[in-house]
């Protein structure tokens, strides 16, 4: 599961720098990472710390909830879907917990992550 959260968010961070117009490059001197991290970040090999999702919607002029998977696209990754079927439920139910509670700090707008 955890492998999924980082392939889903990778894969939500290329579509809005594609969107931008972005090379991995330019995106990687925004927000202070190499090409290579980007690269590898967007294919969900690299882990990142939690604060870089407010570093890349910056850069990217995006919402944090724009980069942030929810638990349905987790499931609905075929490839991610074994993987979290065979994942501890209180495990499943923490990582759901901590994706609706961030979520919902940021639809009210509580703007209190920082970098």
Not at 47 to 61: C, D, Q, R, V
Not at 69 to 89: G, H, M, T, V
């Amino acid at each position: 599961m955890e492998n999924t959260v980082y392939i889903e968010t990778g894969k939500r961070i290329r579509e809005a720098r594609e969107r931008k117009s972005l090379t991995q490059q330019e995106l990687g001197d925004l927000v202070g990472l190499k090409r290579t991290s980007i690269t590898n970040i967007e294919s969900g090999r690299q882990k990142f710390m939690f604060h870089m999702i407010y570093e890349f919607s910056t850069a990217l002029g995006v919402s944090l909830q724009e980069l942030i998977p929810k638990k349905s696209d987790l499931i609905q990754n075929e490839s991610a879907a074994p993987k979290f079927k065979n994942l501890d439920k209180d495990a499943a139910n923490f990582l759901d917990s901590i994706l609706t509670k961030t979520k919902q700090k940021l639809e009210l707008g509580d703007d209190s992550y920082e970098k």
